[in-house]
Structure formats: structure tokens, C-alpha cells
């Protein structure tokens, strides 16, 4: 069993550096003896050995285990275990006046263990998502803004957020990530004619933003290197700024919102501002083909919306009066039946 645990910690290990492990095996002693003559001090050596044997374990474990562990987390289990042994020592003070000084001592062991260990795991918790630009940034006051928004590579090259900016809609710091840059990079110089346009388009798109003067808009190298897809990069970047994503994305949409994060879609919006269609509405559309149904035509309104229409097969390229039987509204969007005013 030992000879196992060895093993992991890599003083056994072949190939292992030999200068570490005497490295590890020392912080163990140097807690031995730290448990020893606190014992000692206090006259209960046998548990002051016991106490610093298990600590040096521990202390071994988490410094196997340090190299996995990023920055964010380090730095978040460090303020975590402060914090944590500094409220332990508040808690003793009122205890020191009712408990012997066998108790005091116990005591001061037990709350520093919990509050300390409770602190750091705490701390690695909250810290993962902290990153060195991330500290910068709050260093000079830059976290402290407010109404923060993410774009996402399907709403800037969709180009309708222009629109909505420009039309003083949305306001605050718009936030483009330094990869959705590289991937809109990577679209605009796909061999595929579409996706090229698309990449070129999303690129102007991102250029006139800019050029907005009712806005801010930052571009940030801040990046998730163990996340490999963007959408979920987006997710955790909007997690750290306490940030909204704004997309066009159904599923980006679902996702984001199972983890707390709050989206702003550009589709909901447009389907929210379409003009509203009573039943009993008359109206003058422009019949453009069949339908699925037998005699069925369709029509659109301005906004693109579809407009079914019974009986209305003959009149397919020609403008008729129709009235409005009833307003389906779908994920996808919103249909609406009708029929022609003459049959009614």
C-alpha cells in the first residue's frame, strides 16, 4: 500500500526527480516536528506527532496535485484558506475567557482544520475562471463595468445587431472575444464562395459597430485554452464579466440559459416586433404559390411572415382581399390563416 502511494507521488517512480522527492519527504518531517513540539509545549506529544503526520500527508497530496490545478484556482484557494483561518481566530477570542488551556488549544487545532479547509476548498471552487488578464483588468477598474454584452459569431454576421444599435435599442460595453474574431479569420477565408461572404459580411458588420459612437465596444484576448468549442467558451466568458450573450443561435440560446447565463436573441426580438394580425383582419396581399393543402395560396407580409390561404389557388400572381381566420405562433415563428374575402 505504501509502496503504491509512493509510486503516485513519484518517489519511487521511474525516471522521477529524486530532488523533489526529498523535497516532499522534508515538508512531512518539517510538519512532524511542528506537531511534535506543539504537543510537547502543551502535553500531548503522541497527538501533536499524530496531527503533524496526517498534515504532512495532506500537504503532499495537494502539492501532487498543484501541477493540475490553473492560476484562477491557486490564487482563489490562497484568499479562500486566509479567509478562513482569520474568521477561526475571530471565533476564538470569546472562547479563550470560558476554556481551559487544554480546550484553547484544542480548539484553535479543530476551528483552524475546518474554517482553513473549508476556505480553500471554497476558493479552488470560485477561482477556476479567474485568469491573469482577468486580475488586470480588475487592478485597473475595468471589471467594475456595467451592461456588458458578448456577440456571437452567428448574430454579427447576421448584421441586424447594427441595426438595433445604431437605433439606440441596446446600449453599454459590447464585448467581441479576440476567437470569435479568428473564427469569423477562418469563415472569411473558407474556399467555399458562401461561407466567405459570410465571413467578409461579418467582418464589415464588426467594423461599422465599431464606428458607433453611443456604444463601447472592447476586444479582449481573454480565452478558455482547455475549452475547445466557442460556444461554450462564450458561456464562461460571459460567467467571469457577468456579461449577456447576444445570438441568433437556438441552441447557444438553451444551453446558456441552463447554466445561468442570460442571452438576448435577436430572432425572439424580431419576432416580438412584428406587426400584430387580428382574426376578422382584412388585407391586400399578393398571392406568390400553392400551397401544401389542396387549393391552398401563400402570400407574405412586409415583415415575412406566412399567410395561408384557402381556396386561394387560382389566384396564385395576383393581388386578393383576405380575411384573417386565426394566428398560429411557433418556435419557428408565427403563421397565419385566412380566406378569401369573397367567400365569406
Known amino acids: 500500500m505504501f509502496r503504491i502511494s509512493c509510486l503516485e507521488f513519484g518517489i519511487f ?53 498543484l501541477k493540475r490545478i490553473s492560476f ?5 484557494g490562497l484568499l479562500g ?34 474554517f482553513g479547509y473549508g476556505g480553500l476548498l471554497i476558493g479552488l471552487d470560485r477561482g ?19 451592461d456588458i454584452k458578448i456577440l ?25 472575444p479576440q476567437f470569435i474574431l479568428q473564427e469569423l479569420q477562418y469563415i472569411a477565408d473558407s474556399p467555399d464562395p458562401m461561407r ?41 466568458l460571459a460567467r467571469l464579466m457577468s456579461g449577456k450573450i447576444i445570438t441568433n443561435d437556438f441552441n447557444l440560446n438553451k444551453v ?8 438576448l436573441n435577436i430572432n425572439e426580438l424580431a419576432n416580438v416586433l412584428k406587426p ?16 401544401k393543402e389542396y387549393n391552398q395560396g401563400v402570400a407574405y407580409l412586409d415583415d415575412g411572415t406566412m399567410v395561408v390561404i384557402e381556396n386561394a389557388r387560382k389566384l396564385i400572381g395576383r393581388n386578393a382581399e383576405v380575411v384573417v381566420t386565426s394566428v398560429l405562433q411557433t418556435t419557428a415563428g408565427r403563421m397565419i390563416f385566412a380566406k378569401l374575402k369573397e367567400d365569406e
Open 13 to 65: 517512480k521511474k525516471g522521477g526527480n529524486f530532488l523533489n522527492a526529498l523535497a516532499r519527504i522534508a515538508i512531512a518531517l518539517i510538519f512532524i516536528l511542528i506537531g511534535y513540539f506543539y504537543g510537547l509545549r502543551y502535553g500531548f506529544i503522541l497527538y501533536g506527532l499524530s496531527a503533524g503526520l496526517v498534515l504532512g500527508i495532506i500537504s503532499v497530496l495537494i502539492e501532487a496535485r
Open 72 to 76: 484562477g484556482s491557486m490564487l482563489g
Open 81 to 114: 484558506l486566509g479567509t478562513g483561518l482569520i474568521f477561526s481566530n475571530l471565533l476564538l477570542v470569546p472562547l479563550r475567557y470560558v476554556l481551559t488551556e487544554e480546550g484553547r488549544a484544542l480548539s484553535h487545532f479543530i476551528l483552524n482544520a475546518v
Open 128 to 146: 477556476r475562471n479567474l485568469t491573469v488578464p482577468a486580475i488586470m483588468r480588475s487592478f485597473k477598474g475595468q471589471e467594475l463595468e456595467e
Open 152 to 176: 456571437d459569431t452567428s448574430v454579427i454576421i447576421d448584421g441586424r445587431i447594427a441595426d438595433v444599435i445604431e437605433a439606440r435599442f441596446l446600449e453599454g460595453t459590447f464585448i467581441i
Open 196 to 236: 466567405r461572404t459570410k465571413g467578409r459580411r461579418g467582418l464589415d458588420i464588426l467594423h461599422r459597430v465599431q464606428k458607433m459612437s453611443n456604444i463601447k465596444v472592447r476586444i479582449i484576448e481573454e480565452d478558455f485554452p482547455k475549452i475547445k468549442e466557442v460556444d461554450a467558451k462564450l458561456i464562461a
Open 256 to 263: 446558456a440559459q441552463l447554466q445561468g447565463v442570460s442571452v
Open 276 to 291: 400584430v394580425v387580428l382574426p376578422g383582419e382584412v388585407l391586400n396581399l399578393f398571392i406568390v404559390k400553392e400551397g
